[in-house]
């Protein structure tokens, strides 16, 4: 094998982004008959009648045969699904809407309402961690809401058992603008340079790592914006490379698809999807959805670590190092081994993102802190911050 493809093989860059490789996945149609259970494919995408599953799914037998159509569905297939009737009682939603309500108008007269990553400010409205918000203020309406057999259905088929809920709402107003396209969570939260930085296997790993989840909380036709749509193009492998390149922004303006929803609808797809929230057309539709994202059990080291410890134990020692004359590469390879380099999970209303779509991470704090010459106490001050800002 040539050294070029051995490259290609293990690293991912711009470069690997061709525009004609990625419609000739996009531009597939997508096989009813791979899809049997499916009520029916509606623009590319596989439609479900949540009921019927429920019929499929009272045997063990009939699950798995359900669990396995949705697993290709996302993963070998146009990488949504949409589950018409999650929720077959919209009593249910409707009074976790008006929880979401509360929470937003609580927030709105605090000054703490926070904006959306991929929109611009003032666009929409958001509650972020609406999920411990919602079960510490409204538990009854938590447990009757996620209790929903169509969620564990589908979070257990991707992610297997032991998923983790998180949840944020998402209201795009009357003349809300569309979002920009984009992948999600972990990669797609990463910069161009960041992203690049992981190996190929890593880029083929993340979107095994979450599922996302949209609920609809209200009727969506097409006027009130759904979210848009890319099927197939999940399957392209530099994908989180290839989302903020001009030409593929525009071949997603273009060729996008959208689906209306009814109250209690959902969707679910895999994260690595080219999606985006659409413009908010109607004249009155305060368009909400429960975005939900749902991880896997196995991202989590083994032991737990007191790394704020570490870094204050450490940092006088980078100091001086630092003055006698270490490289940034040794600095930056004794940081990496002792503070914590991811800046999630984390509470995004106390700890919303700079300059990107994620905050600053402990190892970021130290680096600057090494960089600027900070005191040790400036550290441990900033330190503790950070943490109860995460709420571990």
Known sequence: MSPTAVRSLTWLTEADCD????????????????????????????VYDSDRLRILTTTPEGRRTVQGELVRALLH????????????????????????WALIEEERAAGTARGDHFAKPGANERVWSALDKMA??????????????MLALIAESWLGPAYQVTSQVN???PGGAAQSVHRDYHLGFLSQERAAAYPAHVHRLSPALTLQGAV?????????????????????????????????VEYFNAHHVQLPLAKGDAAFFNPALFHAAGHNRSSGIRRMANLLQV?????????????????DALFPVLLRRKAEG??????????AATAEGYPFPTDLDLDPPVDGLAPPSQADTVRRAVAEGWSPDRLSQELQVGSRRRRH
């Open 19 to 46: 525009l004609d490789t990625f419609r000739s996945l996009v531009e597939q149609t997508t096989d009813a008959g791979h899809h049997p259970l499916a009520d029916r494919v509606e623009q590319n995408v596989p």
């Open 77 to 100: 297939g146009p990488g949504i699904v949409v589950l018409e009737g999650a929720f077959s009682d919209t009593d249910v939603v409707d009074r976790a809407s008006d929880t979401f």
């Open 136 to 149: 510490l203020r409204a538990p009854e309406v938590f447990a009757d809401y996620y209790a929903n057999d």
């Open 171 to 173: 209201v795009v107003n």
């Open 216 to 248: 609809a909380h209200c009727d969506m036709p097409v006027e009130s914006g759904p979210t848009l749509y890319l099927p197939h193009s999940q399957k392209f492998e530099p994908g989180y490379l290839a989302w903020r390149l001009p030409q593929f």
């Open 295 to 311: 991880s896997s059990a196995f991202g989590r080291a083994m032991e737990t670590v007191d790394r704020e410890a570490m870094a």
């Open 326 to 335: 270490a490289s940034q590469d040794w600095l930056h390879r004794v940081v």
